[in-house]
């Protein structure tokens, strides 16, 4: 018997729901969705046909060397699957927090954001945190260059001071080289005076 996957999927482990159903089934496979609704897709091949699973859900079973398509859902998955689900790592994420202009503070929303920044990094066994400053284009490159880095260095010694491990924490600044609004020199842009934190 042979199982191979198409790349992209998205799918469980295959495990049996009991000692008696293990007798009979030699592997359970479903397609989970994305975080956008969408999903990957799998091949499941038991020698004499090929079977496509490429919608949310969609479940096939091998049963005495044949492949069968099998009816799940939402609630049947996480049943049959929870223990492995709750093991998968969490993916990760991203945030922009903005800062005041020519300064290491950050705009009122953006003190408000970095409560969900710190939970997402919580809820991690494992975590870890890249903080990258940035500038707009007023001010000399020197000057921006180190702006972009105590900006970085704020957020990190704000996650450290609540808890968060030091080791786990990079920093760097790229002053105004990377903006997320292309201005020309000296242009005061508020969606480029951030931070950038990548959470893994």
Known sequence: MR???ASRAVLATALCF???ACASR????????????GSGAIMVDDGQKTMTLDQPWAASQIMKGSAEPLTMDEGQVQQIFGTALAARPIAPN???????NDSNTMTPDSEQQYKSVFDDIKQRPVYEVEVVGHTDTTGDLK???E???TRAGTIRD???HDGLDPKSISTAGRGPLDPRVKTGPDVSEPLNRR??????
């Open 3 to 5: 199982v191979p996957f």
């Open 18 to 20: 009991s000692l008696s």
């Open 26 to 37: 030699q592997a359970l496979f479903a397609v989970l969705p994305n975080p956008d609704g």
């Open 94 to 100: 991203h945030f922009r927090l903005y800062f005041k």
């Open 143 to 145: 000057h921006n260059q």
């Open 147 to 149: 702006l972009s880095l």
């Open 158 to 160: 704000k996650l450290v």
């Open 195 to 200: 931070v950038e934190i990548t959470v893994r």
